[in-house]
């Protein structure tokens, strides 16, 4: 069976982590101490840069990021991100496309936990303990830059983009692995499971050619049909499919699966199976595993929504969504409760 592992593993996969600061997931830029050219909300926006050529605004020219003044005394620029889903920082991409004679020479990247829904007037004072998680590096303009952070295992919920003297960022992604407050686990409630800002994550896929399975996992509907999981045209045997690590080990109740957006391209059907690794070596083997059936083959309906309940109670870790033959999927929700 033909793998894609969707977890970091070299220099820059670690990209395929989700990105933690993300508006989708309640990510905001709450704080800095210049945004004269550019506003800081743009830090974060989920869209690639863009140029407009010829475009001005009254306070210069119309740029796609965050952008400070020349600065004209000593010290150095600074935002502050709230992310959406708080976690361990993996890697960071500082993107400065189309800032090409204005973009910081160095930046750094400083982080804290912070307990609560703290002001920005709160972030900003002295009451913050600030870690370093990216020490200074060398930025180059007009491009990704890439920085894996080294091994560490503490959970943030802020980073301070600092830039080193002044300039423009368009973007900053923050990749890593959610780590939920464990309060929503422990309350007698319904959670979905497999939910991106509850820690759930695709761990392994058989293709992603045209959309990272990720998004399956995104809070709120899709908003088109490259806000989903899609795989290219399979013109051998066999099917495709997805493997979700849960947030937490739990029982599933009911299942929702949509299609929205796939209209020409929903598959004809879709499987779901599980399994609980905590009864082996508490280790995921996608190529051993033993898969029990939760839902059985069932025929979808493209750009629509899906709707199981009543599934056998099974305590699971894993989940693997199997789709035939291939095709996209926009949304898959797994409500249950974490076992404990």
């Not at 309640?26 to 704080?31: D, E, F, K, Q, R």
């Not at 590096?137 to 003297?165: K, M, Q, Y």
């Not at 049909?225 to 045997?237: A, F, I, S, V």
Request: charged fraction near 25%; hydrophobic fraction near 35%; charge should be negative.
């Amino acid at each position: 069976m033909r793998m894609t592992v969707v977890s970091a593993s070299d220099a820059h996969s670690f990209t395929k982590l989700p990105d933690l600061a993300a508006e989708r997931l309640g990510g905001a830029v709450i704080a800095a101490n210049d945004d004269f050219f550019a506003g800081m909300e743009n830090l974060i926006k989920p869209n690639a840069p863009e140029w407009r050529e010829g475009e001005y605004t009254d306070r210069g020219k119309w740029m796609d990021g965050w952008e400070t003044r020349r600065r004209r005394t000593p010290g150095h620029d600074w935002a502050i991100v709230r992310l959406g889903a708080p976690g361990i920082v993996r890697g960071v991409v500082i993107d400065t496309s189309y800032f090409t004679g204005n973009y910081p020479e160095e930046a750094s990247i400083d982080s804290a936990a912070v307990a609560g829904s703290p002001s920005a007037n709160h972030m900003v004072s002295e009451q913050v303990q600030w870690k370093p998680l990216l020490p200074k590096s060398r930025l180059e303009g007009n491009t990704l830059n890439f920085f894996p952070v080294e091994a560490n295992d503490r959970r943030v919920t802020h980073l301070r983009l600092n830039i080193f003297p002044d300039g423009g960022v368009a973007r900053l992604r923050v990749h890593g692995e959610v780590v939920p407050d464990e309060e929503i686990f422990t309350a007698l409630r319904e959670i979905d499971l497999a939910a991106l800002r509850n820690g759930g994550l695709v761990v392994a896929c058989s293709d992603m050619h045209y959309g990272n399975p990720q998004n399956m996992l995104l809070p709120g509907k899709s908003t088109h049909m490259g806000d989903g999981w899609e795989t290219k045209r399979r013109r051998g045997p066999g099917n495709d499919w997805a493997v979700v690590r849960l947030a937490r080990r739990g029982i599933i109740e009911r299942i929702e699966l949509d299609t929205d957006h796939f209209k020409g391209n929903a598959p004809g059907s879709c499987m779901i199976e599980c399994c609980d690794v905590s009864r082996t070596n508490g280790v995921f083997d996608s190529e051993h595993a033993v898969w029990s059936e939760l839902l059985p083959q069932t025929p979808l309906e493209p750009h629509a929504q899906h709707h199981w309940e009543g599934i056998a109670p099974m305590p699971a870790t894993h989940v693997r969504l199997n789709i035939y033959p291939d095709g996209g999927v926009a949304r898959l929700r797994l409500f249950g409760r974490a076992e404990r």
